[in-house]
C-alpha cells in the first residue's frame, strides 16, 4: 500500500485528505536534493551560452509538464537577445500521431531526435516510472549522439533514472503519479523563476 491509499484509509474527510496529501508533498520537497538541480540549472545556462538545443518529453501528465517547462525556460525568461532554445517534443500532433501509427509508440520521441538532435544539445526526460519505453529509446539515442541527459523521475528512478547524467529523483512508492508530477511542477517553477533572473544579472 502506498502512502496515498494510507492516507485515504486513515482520514475522516476530503479536507482531512486534502490536509495530508499537501503535507506529503511539503515532506518530499524537504528530501529533494538541491545541488542536483542547481547541476540542472547550471546545465541549462551551458545550452543557452553554447547555443544548443533543449529538448524537453514525457508522457500523459508528464507532456503537459515537458511543454509548461519548454514555456517557462523558452519565453518566461525573456531572453530574447540571447534566447533558451527550447522546445517540448510533445506539442505536434501530427507528428507524434504519424509516428505513433506508422513506427510504433516507443518511437514517439526518438524519431524525432533523429531529424534534431546535434552533439551536447541537452534532452530532459520527465516520466514518474522512469521505465516508459519511448523515454528510454530517446535516452539511449541521445547518449549515441553525444548529447547530455537529464531525468526527472520517481518511484526508484528505473531505468531513466540509472543511465541519465543527471536524475533528479522523487523518491515515491510505486504508483504516486500524482506527488512526483506535483513536484515536477514545483521544480519547473523553482529552475525557471531562477532562470528569469540569471539571464538579467
Partial sequence: MNKLDTMFAD?????????????????????????????????????????KSIFFIGNGGSAATASHFANDIGLGTRAPGKPFRVQSLTDNNAVMTAIANDDGYENLFVLQLKNLLRPKDLVITISASGNSPNIVKALEYSKEVGAKTVSLCGFDGGISGKISDLSILIETAKGEYGPVEDLHMILDHIVGTYLMRAVKV
Fill in 11 to 51: 482520514i475522516s474527510s476530503p479536507a482531512e485528505y486534502a490536509r495530508e496529501y499537501s503535507l506529503y508533498l511539503c515532506e518530499l520537497l524537504k528530501n529533494l536534493d538541491y545541488q542536483k538541480v542547481e547541476e540542472f540549472i547550471k546545465l541549462l545556462l551551458e545550452a543557452r551560452e553554447d547555443d
